[in-house]
């Protein structure tokens, strides 16, 4: 194989990883907003930590987004 279409492919392979990462974010909030529907009274006291949960998510997406633009570029 071809050493660039190989990098090429790397990065491709790479970018599952950022959707993955929406997906992830998209499924914390909307079930959040789900069980804060269920019960109002407990909501303020997870938001916080849907936040976290979204920050760990994105957090795994740069990183993948990082490991893309560092195969496409140093190596």
Same mark, same amino acid.
């Given at each position: 194989?071809?050493?660039v279409a190989a990098k090429y492919l790397g990065a491709g392979l790479t970018a599952i990883g950022m959707g993955a990462a929406a997906i992830g974010?998209?499924?914390i909030f909307g079930n959040f907003?789900?069980?804060a529907l269920r019960n109002p009274t407990a909501?303020? $006291?997870q938001f916080g930590r849907?936040? %976290?949960g979204a $920050?760990?998510?994105e957090g795994?997406? %740069?990183f993948s987004f990082l490991v893309a633009i560092l195969l496409l570029f140093v190596i």
């Open positions: 194989m071809d050493p974010v998209g499924l907003l789900s069980g909501s303020d $006291a849907a936040f %976290i $920050a760990l998510a795994l997406g %740069i």
